[in-house]
């Protein structure tokens, strides 16, 4: 199955598309595609603004209960409205307003392709106020 993912060419938002193995839960794995970076095969460059594994496990504001990469921990839709719940390890974005535009904008476009999707919402461990702020 074919899913679109967002990930960034320079600065700009541009879709990939990937193959998933074939699941209902299509918007959780297109999720995690994009929580997984770009494909090894990157010969076009494309890069993302996700905290990878290297960031997270070199981010200074780590805790010591932090994992090695940013999970995703629900995907809710209801009503047209996807809440996506992330890990903390999302935190290790380490601010700036451009970043955190487009870590919200790669999510937000992953999950609108899907027909079922008119509003996104990202929440870092249940919480949606105050998260991805520069």
Known sequence: QQVTVYFLLGEELTPLQVHIPRTVRVGTAALEELLWGPP???????GTAIPLPDEVLGFPGRGPD??????????????????????????????????VHAIGQQITQTLLQFPTVREVVIAVEGQTEGVLEP
């Open 40 to 46: 090894a095969d990157n010969l076009a460059g494309f």
């Open 66 to 99: 932090w994992g090695p990469r940013v999970r995703l921990l629900s995907l809710n839709i209801r009503d047209g409205v996807a809440t996506a719940d992330f890990s903390k390890e999302l935190k290790a974005y380490g601010g700036g307003s451009a970043r």
